[in-house]
């Protein structure tokens, strides 16, 4: 019963925010489901990129997905990642978390105080907006071994302008994409739960599809705010966790 009330929950998640599913998912499978970090993380993304990959459906459904924005920012993204990750083995641990933490926190405090830019025909994202909003995200996925939806959705609202609902959408896709080449990335070696996997996925389905549907009937404010707030919650956790070690 667990099992299926947190896939609800992170399918939930995804559906509704676009991200979040990663950092819930991998503690939950470790803490909660018992299994070993090395196989919470293969199966977190495989369980993340199959509702992600339905929720960006759902989303397609609805009309709240840009699909050249999400191939070209994911594309540029994964790119730039593959590059810089190598750079994060010169920083301890601890001072890259609490980094990211840091820009969780301006990123949330800067959402909310950002006016909610319109959807028309004239904010067509430009090409390069798009490709250096990608590569910059997936410098910093790179460096700092975390990428989700925290840092896509906000650079899709704030530097490709577009929004929130449209953003939340095109996130699931990126996070899809790189959810599938982190899964055939850890895959070998790692034996996989199926019937944790199956039962994760069959009601992380379920809360996608409800996620996916409260996106689109809540106001763009409102959306844009709770995200917000979500990810300065999340910053505080972190920076309270990790700043200690660095004192």
Not at 25 to 49: E, R
Request: aromatic letters at 6%.
């Amino acid at each position: 019963m667990i099992d299926v009330l947190l896939g609800f929950g992170i399918g939930l998640m995804l559906g509704l925010l676009g991200g979040g599913g990663s950092i819930l998912t991998v503690p939950a499978l470790v803490y909660i489901i018992g299994q070993t970090p090395q196989a919470a993380v293969t199966t977190s993304l495989a369980i993340v990129g199959a509702n992600s990959a339905m929720g960006a459906y759902f989303h397609g459904q609805q009309g709240t997905l840009n699909g050249r924005v999400a191939l070209l920012f994911g594309g540029a993204g994964i790119g730039v990642a593959y590059l810089a990750a190598g750079l994060s083995d010169h920083f301890p641990p601890s001072l890259l978390m609490t980094i990211f933490a840091g820009l969780m926190l301006t990123v949330g405090i800067l959402m909310v105080a950002t006016p909610q830019p319109s959807q028309t025909k004239a904010d067509e994202p430009s090409l390069m907006g798009i490709l250096l909003s990608g590569a910059g995200v997936g410098l910093l996925t790179g460096i700092l071994g975390v990428g989700g939806g925290f840092l896509i959705v906000p650079a899709l609202v704030m530097l490709v302008g577009l929004p929130i609902q449209q953003a939340v959408g095109t996130s699931l896709v990126v996070i899809a994409m790189n959810s599938i080449a982190g899964f055939l990335g850890h895959l070998s070696g790692v034996s996989i739960d199926l019937t944790v996997l199956l039962l994760f996925l069959m009601a992380g389905l379920a809360g996608t599809f409800t996620g996916s549907k409260l996106s689109h009937r809540l106001p763009a404010n409102q959306l844009k705010r709770g995200f917000a707030i979500f990810i300065i919650g999340l910053a505080i956790f972190l920076l309270a966790d990790h700043l200690p070690n660095l004192l």
